[in-house]
């Protein structure tokens, strides 16, 4: 049984400037985006790209997944509340921000991008998904260090006790997203797209992958207390998650058999 060191939000004060470790997690994704970008346009089978094009990538990014982020949380999680307090939308530094919402958002900025470069939707969306998940899985970690979004009750012997929330034993959901949605399909991705694949191909594993990885991660999460469990006893986050598996299949389908 391990007890949650409940760990200052904020990482340091520079004067009356405070940074808070959350912000670092989303500067450190960012890092690791442009790091890895540079690796795939030096070694990457996807000839082409530059990293002029890497850094305007990063930069339409962070809007659609700001944007996106938001607007997601806003429209799938809270509609009632934020219809009834609008002006609550522009509060982000109260939190509320929804993955799918980002992705839906980063799917958009993907396409201005590549209508403004002239490269296909496509392209640009295999070339970045082996970037993402790493910075998926520091965004875990800083809720793990916030100690949010913590997990269901159990009796594992590698359980935390949130103080902060309760004294039950609850899964590190967190922890497990970081290992799933992070590395593990860091890993995935990265080796499959080490070779030449159709055109679609890496995307479509990015959503079969991350999709099956929220999808059982949320088994261990505990719902949002304002959802609950929905129909079947489905979260919010796995109801979202299935169309991603299903996009994901057909897509990867389609890219093998315009292949052929």
């Known amino acids: 049984m391990l007890i949650h060191p409940q760990f200052d939000p904020v990482a340091l004060h520079l004067g009356p400037l405070a940074i808070r470790?959350?912000?670092?997690?989303?500067?450190l994704a960012f890092a690791l985006f442009l790091l890895l970008g540079r690796q795939r346009i030096k070694t990457g089978p996807q000839p082409g790209w530059t990293v002029k094009e890497l850094d305007d990538l990063?930069?339409?990014?962070?809007?659609?997944?700001?944007?996106?982020?938001?607007?997601?949380?806003?429209l799938f999680y809270q509609p009632a509340h934020f219809l009834a307090h609008p002006l609550e939308i522009f509060s982000v530094w109260q939190g509320g921000m929804a993955f799918h919402g980002g992705f839906l958002g980063v799917l958009v900025a993907m396409g201005l991008f590549a209508r403004q470069t002239g490269k296909s939707w496509l392209a640009v969306t295999d070339f970045i998904a082996p970037l993402v998940p790493l910075g998926l899985g520091a965004g875990?970690?800083?809720?793990?260090?916030?100690?949010?979004?913590?997990g269901r009750p159990t009796d594992v012997p590698w359980a935390v006790i949130f103080p902060q929330i309760d004294s039950i034993p609850r899964h590190p959901s967190q922890l497990y997203q970081f290992a799933l949605e992070g590395l593990a399909l860091f890993t995935?991705?990265?080796?499959?797209?080490?070779?030449?694949r159709p055109t679609g191909a890496v995307s479509g594993l990015f959503l079969v992958g991350y999709g099956s990885f929220r999808f059982l991660a949320e088994f261990t999460r505990e719902p949002d207390n304002f959802l609950g469990l929905l129909a079947l006893d489905l979260s919010m986050?796995?109801?979202?998650?299935?169309?991603?598996?299903?996009a994901g299949?057909?897509?990867?389908?389609?890219?093998?058999?315009?292949?052929?």
């Open 249 to 260: 299949v057909i897509m990867t389908r389609w890219a093998y058999s315009k292949k052929g």
């Open 140 to 150: 875990r970690i800083g809720n793990f260090i916030n100690g949010e979004l913590w």
């Open 58 to 74: 990063l930069f339409y990014g962070v809007l659609g997944v700001v944007l996106g982020g938001r607007l997601g949380y806003v």
């Open 188 to 196: 995935l991705l990265w080796l499959f797209s080490r070779r030449p």
């Open 21 to 27: 470790w959350y912000g670092l997690m989303y500067l």
């Open 237 to 246: 986050g796995q109801w979202l998650s299935l169309p991603m598996i299903a």
